[in-house]
Each structure stands twice: as structure tokens, then as C-alpha cells.
């Protein structure tokens, strides 16, 4: 057909401002899944930060007359008490302190490491590259709870041995340390996949061709552009290590009583859950719609950033 | 369209970039892939030259690599590119990057992604100001307005508080010009800039480029599959094929007295105005030559109308036309009494009238 030939109505006819049905619903979906995460969350982390400060919220310590499961949930004590008459509710809102502590700090601090290895990797390619993948490879053999339960125990020995140079060397920090390590892998891999795409992006060579050094291009072009799937990736892994404290808890590897976390909670009254389910089911109810809360948002993250799971 | 190239301004002071036998290999798992074979070009100051021919003919590559931008990986580049009396492979990678955007810069095929969609406008365009030539918040942000102004944006200080996104595609490849213009290059590299841009925008752009040209005496290298792009905006034109150069000429004289049959090929295969409706649009038969095994002889001849027995066991070299600066490599070029008897019957290209005009 030649430009004669166009009728003249297509050029006049309006663009039709439609949004397909399709696209519509996904865009007006209400994100409910979203919205109550964000709300516990906030909750949640303002009643850890202002635990002593709130009128509502018990100490830790014992009520007398309260021992033995005496209070079940009800208005005295919100979620009962446990065996040695501590309000379960206040024990949560303490253990929410130390296990969102030590989770979001070893993702941070994995995100750190992992995510410069990633990028290097990911950017300059070549030995680095193979470098990074072989410790990555070999992080990622190592069977995760035996190097943690390793771990653990060492800085336990280092720190009654050297209690000069170790005594700082809590259970929280070795926790944190541990997870943070076994975070460093799985970030890296993701970091680095990202690095790779972004890499071959055009505007990474239109920087290049315009003289910006390496370093200008990964703190300018690349680093920005990895923000928004790592702030998906790192709600997805806080989730994540939520859980693995909780496990290392059951273990008998997590903080020493009576610090309280999630994890040491549901362990600690598992035996007599049949006579006060409370103790065990309340923190266990924190853990499920905290880690629930995380992924709701983190899913939520890495659909509008377009990021595939199977990377996860 | 733009007025015709303004020749008489060209200081005469030799080539401002000489390209000599510059090969540009990729080792791959397939083979080696020979991108870019033995090609040799030069560009005065101020002049513009056009590289055209079809996809994988290897015409992206020979930008980037006259520009030292391809990644090093699996990379064999020989050669000698020599740009303003230096040669640009003897210079190490932070020289390189006081070459790049200053002294040349390069445009790229689509606007919507050569600009990183988090950084507002204005930052990038003061950047490069503020890294190459030191100048400061204020005074980059002054020239960024007046470089904006320079590519016809209308409300320059409004754009540069604009995120990318913000910007329709035509305005987003005048951003890319004015970025690649920010640091007053002598040098331009344009990869299909107009490619991914609808056909009034692409006028636009093109006149844009060659405006630009003059008024900073600055070369220009334009790299296309349009032959109809290069027709009106480029002193001379090199046709690749297959990693070669196979023909070279001043543009006038390529449209009227063309020699290599690809090339005419290439000029038969522009839609025309002056066609009848509802004919065949003519299409080379056949694909680019793989180039991991490329066809012994003539590149072309699988392909070529005219093909002979010699042209497919010896291999043309680039030799003189009988008019000036005109190169070209087949064994049996357009006029001579093979190719009539090859092209008996078939429509002779009309070269009185080609697509969209030559301004010659």
C-alpha cells in the first residue's frame, strides 16, 4: 500500500483510551495481602521498639500467682502466662526485638557481602567471576544447619575461653553471624544475575561511550537499577532467616534463655502444650503472620519489579 | 529536508580518522566469527560519512570498534585506528575514557533504553560535564539548558527535572544527541539513530544531526540499513557486506553510478513513491553469509545475480572506479557486459529519482 492510498480516517480516529479488562483487574486488585503485612509489620516493630514505654505491654519478669500456666488468654494476661508466671504477650513482644534483630541484621550484613561479590562478579565477568561462582558453589554445598550448629558451638567455646577478647560474643551476635553467612550465597547469585543483565543494557554503554570509569558506572548506572529487586529480595530473605532462628531455637542453638525470641519460645513450653497450648501456639501465631507479613510484601516487591522466583 | 552539504567549509588538514585494514574477530563456541574483516576508512573534519548495509553485516560492530567500546571477552581486534594523529590502540583504558565523550561520542539505536531510567535528565546530561570538564553545578546546569536548546526541546529547564519515562521517544534520542554533544566531541557516532523512531521524528533527527555537524565543524559517522537515511545527510558512503567493505564513494556519485551489484540491490529494495501499487517490494534472496564460515570468493556472490564461476573461487578486491574517490570490490560491476546479460529483462534501477531524494 502507498501513503496514498491511507484512508484519512486512521489518521483522525481517536486513540481509543480503553485499558484492556485484563490489565484493568491486575491493576485495581485490591492488595489486601499488602496491606495487612504493612500493617503488622508497623505494629509489630512499634511495639518492640516501645516495649518499655508502653503502658500495656508486662516486663518479662515473673507474676506472682500467675506460675504454672495459671492464666490462660483473656484480659489479664492477653495471650496467658507461661510456667514460671511471665505474660506470654509481653515475652513476644521482647522476643520480637531479638528475632527481627537478628534477622534483618544478617540479611543487611548478607546483602553487604553478598551483593559486592555479586556485583563484581556480575560486572567484570572473567576470573572474578569464576572466582566468586566457585565460593558461591561451595557455600551453597555445605549442608546449611551443620555449619551453623558448627558455628555456634565454636564462638560458644571461644567465648567462655577468651572472655577478654570473645565476652562481647553473645548468642545473639553468633546467631546473627551465622545466618548472615549462609545469606551471603544465595544474595550474591542474585546480585550477580541482575548485574549480568544490566550490564549489556544500553545505557550502560552509553555511559561508557561517554568516558564514565567503572567504578562511576556500577555506583551511578548499575547500583540504582539493583535497588528495587534486592528491596523485594530482602523482604523475602528476612522471612527466611525468621524461620531458620526459629529452627536453629528448636535446636537448642538460638539465644540462651531467658532472652527471649520467637524461636526459643515455642520451643521452650512445646512439652506442655497440651495444658497451655497458649505458650507455644502465640508465639508460634507472631512467627506465622510476621513471616506471612514479609513474604505478602516481598511477593507483592517482585511482581511489580518483575523478578522471577525460581531465582529466589 | 536539510540544505545541501556545505563542502566549501572543510578545512583542509587531512583526515581526522583513519581506519587501516581494522579486523575485529569474536572467538565464540561456534568459531570464530569475523564481524568485521580488513576494512579501511578515512573521515575528514567536519565531513560525514554513511555505513550502510543489512543486519549482521557488520557495520554496529566496525562503530564500536573504531571506538574501542566492544567488551574484551573472546575479543581479536587488528588494525590500526588512527583518530587526530594517534593511534587508539596504543592507549590505555583511562586515556580511553578521556577520548570517549570528549573527543568522540556516539548515539544508539533506541532512545529508550540508552538512558538510565533513574536518573533524571539533567543529571545526565551535566555528568559528563562535571566528569570531563570540571565544571560546576551552575555552570553544567547552564549548558545543559543550552544544549537542550541546541536539540530543540522546547522548555529545557522544565526537562531537565524529567525522568526518561517522561519524555516521548523522538525527544528522548534529542536528549541522547544532547548528551553526546555535552562535552563538544569532534567526533560522532551514530548507530541507527533514527531506527526505532517514526518517519516524521526520523526527518527531524537527521536534519538535527547534520545541523549539529556544521555548526561544530564535527564529523560524523552515520551506521544505518537505510539507504534512503544516508542519501541526503552524508558526504560519502561505505557499503558493508558480510564484514567488508564492498563499496565506497561519495555519496552523488554512489547514486549514480553505483558498481557492486549489493548495492544496487540495496537501492531496488527502497518502497518508491513512483512504483505502481500492489507490486512486489524486490528483496534480496537469500541470507547474510554466515560469518564463522564465510563463502570463499566474493562474499555476495551466493546471493548475486550476477555471480560467475570467478566470483565464488576468487575474491574481488577494492579497486578505483574511473570516478574520483570511488572504490569498489566485484569482478563484474554494474555496466559491465556480464552484469547486462545477468540483469537482461529486469527493471534497471532508477537513479534520477531514489527514495526520499537525493540532495546532490
Not at chain 1, 484493568?24 to 504493612?38: E, F
Not at chain 1, 571461644?158 to 550465597?185: E, H, K, M, N
Amino acid at each position: 500500500m502507498t501513503l496514498t492510498d491511507t484512508p484519512s480516517d486512521t489518521v483522525d480516529r481517536p486513540v481509543s483510551s480503553e485499558v484492556p479488562p485484563a490489565a484493568k483487574r491486575q491493576r485495581g486488585r485490591p492488595s489486601w495481602g499488602l496491606w495487612i503485612g504493612v500493617v503488622w509489620l508497623v505494629t509489630l516493630t512499634f511495639m518492640a521498639v516501645f516495649a518499655d514505654q508502653l503502658p500495656f505491654i508486662r516486663s518479662t519478669s515473673r507474676v506472682k500467682g500467675a506460675g504454672n500456666f495459671a492464666f490462660g488468654p483473656g484480659a489479664e494476661f492477653w495471650f496467658g502466662s507461661d510456667q514460671l508466671g511471665r505474660d506470654v504477650f509481653a515475652r513476644c513482644i521482647y522476643g520480637a526485638q531479638i528475632s527481627l534483630r537478628i534477622a534483618v541484621f544478617s540479611i543487611l550484613t548478607g546483602l553487604l557481602v553478598g551483593g559486592s561479590l555479586g556485583l563484581a562478579a556480575g560486572y567484570f565477568r572473567g576470573w572474578v567471576d569464576r572466582l566468586v561462582s566457585t565460593v558461591i558453589d561451595v557455600l551453597l554445598a555445605f549442608p546449611a544447619l551443620i555449619i551453623a550448629l558448627l558455628i555456634v558451638q565454636r564462638t560458644d567455646s571461644l567465648q567462655v575461653s577468651y572472655p577478654d577478647t570473645f565476652g562481647w560474643l553473645s548468642r545473639t551476635w553468633a546467631i546473627t553471624f551465622v545466618l548472615a553467612l549462609l545469606a551471603i550465597a544465595p544474595l550474591a547469585r542474585i546480585v550477580r544475575a541482575q548485574t549480568m543483565s544490566l550490564r549489556e543494557r544500553e545505557f550502560v554503554l552509553a555511559a561508557r561511550s561517554l568516558g564514565a570509569s567503572n567504578r562511576r558506572i556500577l555506583v551511578r548506572e548499575i547500583l540504582p537499577n539493583l535497588v528495587p529487586a534486592m528491596t523485594s529480595v530482602l523482604f523475602i530473605g528476612v522471612a527466611v532467616l525468621l524461620v531458620a532462628e526459629g529452627a536453629l531455637a528448636f535446636l537448642g542453638y538460638s539465644v540462651k534463655s531467658p532472652t527471649p525470641t520467637w524461636g526459643l519460645l515455642v520451643s521452650e513450653s512445646r512439652q506442655r502444650i497440651a495444658e497451655a497450648w497458649w505458650a507455644t501456639i502465640m508465639p508460634c501465631v507472631m512467627m506465622f503472620m510476621t513471616v506471612l507479613s514479609f513474604n505478602l510484601i516481598g511477593d507483592r516487591l517482585a511482581r511489580r519489579f518483575d523478578i522471577r522466583e525460581a531465582t529466589l | 529536508m536539510t540544505p545541501p552539504l556545505q563542502t566549501e567549509l572543510r578545512v583542509a588538514e587531512g583526515a581526522l580518522l583513519e581506519v587501516e585494514n581494522l579486523v575485529t574477530h569474536f572467538r565464540t563456541p561456534r568459531g570464530l566469527v569475523r564481524a568485521v574483516d580488513g576494512v579501511s576508512l578515512g573521515v575528514e573534519r567536519g565531513r560525514a560519512l554513511g555505513i550502510v548495509g543489512e543486519s549482521g553485516s557488520g557495520k554496529t560492530v566496525l562503530s564500536r570498534s573504531i571506538m574501542g567500546l566492544l567488551p574484551r571477552h573472546g575479543l581479536v581486534r587488528e588494525g590500526s585506528v588512527r583518530f587526530a594523529g594517534r593511534d587508539l590502540h596504543d592507549l590505555n583504558p583511562k586515556a580511553m575514557r578521556s577520548v570517549w565523550g570528549r573527543e568522540m561520542s556516539m548515539i544508539f539505536q533506541d532512545p529508550m533504553s540508552s538512558l538510565n531510567p533513574l536518573m533524571k535528565v539533567g543529571k545526565q546530561i551535566t555528568e559528563p560535564l562535571t566528569v570531563h570538564l570540571g565544571l560546576d553545578g551552575q555552570a553544567a546546569v547552564a549548558t545543559a539548558v543550552r544544549l537542550l536548546t541546541d536539540v530543540r526541546i522546547p522548555e529545557p529547564e522544565r526537562r531537565l527535572e524529567q525522568y526518561p519515562h517522561e519524555l516521548s521517544g523522538g525527544m528522548r534520542q534529542r536528549v541522547m544527541i544532547a548528551i553526546a554533544l555535552a562535552c563538544g566531541p569532534s567526533m560522532l557516532f551514530a548507530d541507527e539513530p533514527t531506527t526505532a523512531l517514526d518517519v516524521t521524528v526520523q526527518a527531524q533527527i537527521l536534519a538535527l544531526l547534520g545541523e549539529q555537524r556544521r555548526d561544530r565543524n564535527m564529523s560524523l559517522i552515520l551506521v544505518t540499513h537505510d539507504l534512503g537515511v544516508v542519501a541526503g545527510h552524508t558526504d560519502d558512503i561505505a557499503v558493508m557486506y558480510g564484514g567488508k567493505l564492498v563499496e565506497k564513494a561519495p555519496t552523488k556519485t554512489l547514486f549514480t553510478s553505483m558498481k557492486m551489484p549489493y548495492t544496487e540491490a540495496l537501492l531496488r529494495s527502497i518502497p518508491r513513491l513512483d512504483q505502481p501499487s500492489h507490486q512486489r517490494l524486490a528483496a534480496i534472496p537469500g541470507r547474510p553469509p554466515d560469518l564463522v564460515n564465510p563463502p570463499v570468493g566474493c562474499r555476495f556472490a551466493p546471493r548475486c545475480p550476477v555471480a560467475q564461476d570467478r566470483c565464488r573461487q576468487e575474491e574481488p578486491p577494492l579497486r578505483p572506479a574511473e570516478s574520483p574517490d570511488h572504490l569498489y570490490a566485484c569482478w563484474f560491476p554494474v555496466g559491465s557486459p556480464e552484469h547486462a546479460r545477468a540483469t537482461q529483462g529486469s527493471q534497471p534501477v532508477s537513479v534520477a529519482s531514489p527514495a526520499r531524494g537525493v540532495e546532490a
